[in-house]
């Protein structure tokens, strides 16, 4: 009875693990279906991007909130750190932006990981009436 | 006074608390709506401007936020000029408080333009600012009143309980302050500008808290279908007479001071006189419904007194919401004058007009959501712990 | 408050002046090998930071201003505000809740009958109001005396719009996507005239000045006596608008 009862405990866990094991194993079939992290393109010709592609991805929130201080607030210009050139660089050849189409840039990577995507409200994102610092010119 | 002992007990469970909470449901999802149509569309679908930057929801929220001082009264009388007679009163007076404060508060972020960065709000401090000091006192406002409500109930808390409501009488008066000075340290505006707003704040509290501390207590003796408790009437109608009158005579005094001096005389013109909408909110809602319609009722004692006094407290209240329409909007409307002197001949932002405003339906809808709240706190609140008091056996 | 604001600047600018110094020195030498002409040029407004060489902060030796002669401005004339429009992005006005940061004024002195017209925006105080009523610091005052909305902060609460006295703040109050790139602005925050931050951090005059076709308008640094705002300023005599107020404004009108 005992033994039995014992038996009867472990083939439930054992049935427990398994539906664990086929659940994980769904759920990384879905999200591999669904297509797993975006690809996004970038274009070298444009010259190159502040540090290589792993400290971007991992640092590029904390540039960019310690910039924006020092610009706004302490009026740094001719930074290292421009969101503007950060769209000048990124934007789409099609959409001409990085946040108009599902496929742009920031916005590809920040749906996958369901970040909100906050610069966008104020910052131009969409290339077009850019007259970039760096190129220094006036009227 | 005959001889009653006053238990506390919970609200109890009918047909009709959930009838309410449902009627309450609908208005805090039109809340809810209206919110979100804000935030997506902007402010641009309100009847709010760059001329009128606070409309409705401003005038609901500012309302609950004085009331909710007021509405720690009976409390306080309880607690600080230890009256024991007010004691099982004091735990509804203060749950009013927190259930008033927040949802004032509410309606305050949720017209936020970033009503998203709160936590900048919470962490960003510019300590020149009375709003800046208002976050300190509302949030410690409520965790004094959660200690307060602590100290009667627990065992534990009985020796602080005097303390505690010290503490809170204390802080409700710099609280009440704090809203008052959020007009009264503007320089630019000739209807506000003036340190009397404190005091003129906190009276008009005393007045507002009370009436909404009656119709709640017997709104909910009402629901709880008990027998109302009259042993304290005659003097809780009296206290409502003296701050009635002395918001009125803060009220005044605030005028006369604006009146007093030349450059803002044409205000005072203005909001008495020629402001059209705010001039009848004034007189209409404020003084005759507000002030004379009470003082009438709850000093001619042929009245039947109970009802006298509820009817009084309503028209408190709707007088109180009329006060503060008729002063910040009407405050607002009332043109900035950068160049004194001068006639206007034309202008490309209407300077020397008097702005227009129509409350629209976002904001009212957001106004009724907040006092939805408001109450659906209350109810909820009294259904939880023992609040309501009852004649005992 | 005030106060403290104008000992904090001061306690800044001590400290700093032996390195700037120092960094003038070491600018001097190398500006003529190395610098661009056109950083060159910047270092009047600009001091550069010394944690990165080439990047250039708003200096408090500096107060922008403006001089706003409406002796020589016409009524009929809206270049200026146009001017500011196109150089912000700002949609051209049609209702009370669009924003204006310019707006053409004109005024009838009720004793003598006379008219005048000017244009009128932030004044960029010294002891700017709604600098002291923004509850997160979000509307601040930068060391060159010009007063801005640090969007990043702003919560919304539209205090500083009922602050200010000239009616210079504005609350955005539906979507925005018309930004130009160097001034961001969106829906939900307050916003007012940034005297074109961006085109005088480049060594340029504001939009509406650069437009002015009668010269009614004059950028510059009131805090250099040489300068050509000082000086008009001194012969002028002009004066802020609302001084009663003591606020101490950096725009200043001569013929109101």
């Excluded at chain 1, 310690?66 to 930074?79: D, P, W, Y």
């Excluded at chain 1, 369901?114 to 077009?128: R, Y």
């Excluded at chain 2, 401003?58 to 007010?86: D, K, M, Q, T």
């Excluded at chain 2, 629209?360 to 712990?385: C, Y």
Aim: aromatic fraction near 10%; hydrophobic fraction near 50%.
């Amino acid at each position: 009875m005992v033994a039995r009862s014992r038996w009867h405990h472990a083939a439930l866990l054992r049935r427990w693990r398994a539906w664990l094991v086929t659940l994980c194993a769904l759920t990384i079939a879905v999200v591999a279906l669904a297509g797993g992290p975006p690809q996004v393109t970038v274009y070298p010709e444009r010259g190159p991007c502040l540090a290589d592609a792993a400290t971007m991805r991992r640092d590029h929130p904390k540039m960019l909130h310690e910039q924006k201080h020092r610009t706004v607030v302490l009026g740094e210009r001719g930074a290292r750190v421009q969101l503007a050139q950060c769209v000048s660089c990124h934007a789409g050849a099609q959409s001409h932006s990085v946040v108009a189409s599902e496929r742009d840039f920031c916005r590809a990577c920040h749906d996958y990981v369901a970040v909100k995507l906050d610069c966008f409200h104020c910052h131009q994102g969409t290339l077009g009436t850019q007259s970039a610092w760096r190129s220094g010119e006036g009227r | 006074m005959a001889a009653m002992t006053i238990a506390l007990d919970h609200y109890r469970l009918s047909a009709r608390y959930w009838r309410l909470l449902a009627l309450l449901a609908l208005f805090l999802a039109g809340g809810a709506l209206s919110f979100f149509a804000m935030e997506h569309w902007g402010h641009a679908i309100t009847g709010m401007s760059n001329h009128i930057v606070w409309g409705t929801p401003h005038v609901a929220a500012i309302f609950l936020i004085v009331a909710a001082s007021g509405a720690l009264n009976v409390a306080s009388i309880a607690s600080v000029f230890e009256r024991v007679e007010y004691k099982p009163r004091a735990p509804l007076s203060v749950w009013l408080s927190i259930a008033l404060l927040v949802s004032g508060l509410a309606i305050l972020v949720l017209d936020l333009g970033q009503p998203g960065r709160l936590t900048v709000a919470m962490t960003h401090f510019n300590f020149t600012s009375i709003f800046a000091w208002n976050v300190f006192l509302y949030t410690g406002l409520l965790a004094l009143a959660v200690f307060y409500l602590w100290t009667i109930y627990s065992p534990f808390g009985k020796p602080y309980a005097k303390a505690a409501g010290v503490a809170v009488f204390l802080w409700r008066l710099i609280l009440t302050s704090g809203t008052g000075l959020i007009f009264g340290f503007l320089v630019g505006r000739d209807g506000y500008g003036s340190a009397m707003l404190a005091p003129t704040f906190i009276a008009l509290s005393l007045a507002w808290g009370l009436a909404l501390f009656l119709l709640t207590e017997a709104g909910l003796e009402a629901f709880a279908e008990l027998v109302p408790l009259t042993d304290l009437q005659d003097r809780l109608r009296k206290l409502l007479i003296v701050f009635v009158a002395a918001s009125l005579y803060f009220v005044v005094v605030h005028l006369m001071t604006l009146a007093y001096f030349e450059r803002n005389s044409a205000f005072v013109r203005f909001l008495l006189l020629k402001g059209g909408q705010f001039t009848a909110v004034f007189w209409l809602g404020y003084v005759a419904i507000g002030n004379l319609l009470p003082l009438f009722w709850l000093l001619n004692k042929r009245n039947q007194p109970r009802r006298s006094m509820l009817l009084s407290s309503l028209a408190v209240v709707l007088g109180g919401i009329a006060f503060l329409y008729a002063f910040i909007i009407g405050g607002q409307a009332y043109p900035l004058q950068p160049f004194p002197g001068y006639e206007v001949v034309a202008s490309g932002f209407d300077d020397g007009q008097v702005a227009a405003y129509i409350p629209s339906l976002p904001e009212i809808g957001l106004a009724l959501g907040g006092f939805a709240l408001a109450v659906t706190v209350i109810l909820v609140g009294a259904r939880v712990w023992p609040f309501v008091p009852r004649r005992d056996g | 408050m005030n106060r403290n604001d104008s000992c904090r600047d001061r306690e800044i600018s001590e400290t700093d002046r032996s390195r700037r110094a120092f960094l003038a020195s070491v600018a001097t030498a190398m500006g003529a090998v190395s610098l661009a002409p056109g950083i060159f040029l910047m270092s009047v407004g600009h001091e550069v930071a010394a944690a990165d060489e080439g990047v250039r902060r708003a200096s408090a030796s500096v107060r922008w201003g403006l001089l706003i002669d409406a002796t020589r401005c016409r009524a009929d004339c809206d270049a200026c505000v146009l001017a500011c429009h196109q150089e912000n992005g700002l949609p051209l006005p049609q209702s009370s809740a669009d924003v204006r940061w310019i707006r053409k004024v004109t005024l009838r002195d009720p004793k003598s009958g006379a008219e005048r017209s000017f244009p009128a925006m932030c004044m960029h105080c010294a002891h700017p109001p709604c600098v002291d009523v923004c509850p997160t610091g979000a509307s601040f005052k930068r060391a060159d005396g010009i007063v801005l909305v640090n969007r990043h902060t702003c919560i919304g609460c539209r205090y500083c719009v009922m602050a200010c006295p000239y009616k210079a703040r504005n609350f955005v109050h539906a979507p925005v996507t018309t930004q130009k790139p160097e001034v961001p602005r969106g829906m939900g925050c307050a916003e007012g005239c940034t005297l074109c931050v961006h085109r005088v951090d480049q060594g340029k005059e504001p939009a509406c000045v650069a437009a002015c076709p009668t010269g009614a308008l004059l950028f510059g640094d009131l805090n250099d006596p040489h300068s050509a705002i000082a000086q008009r300023v001194r012969e002028l005599n002009a004066r802020p608008l609302r001084s009663d107020l003591k606020l101490d404004p950096g725009v200043r009108f001569f013929g109101v």
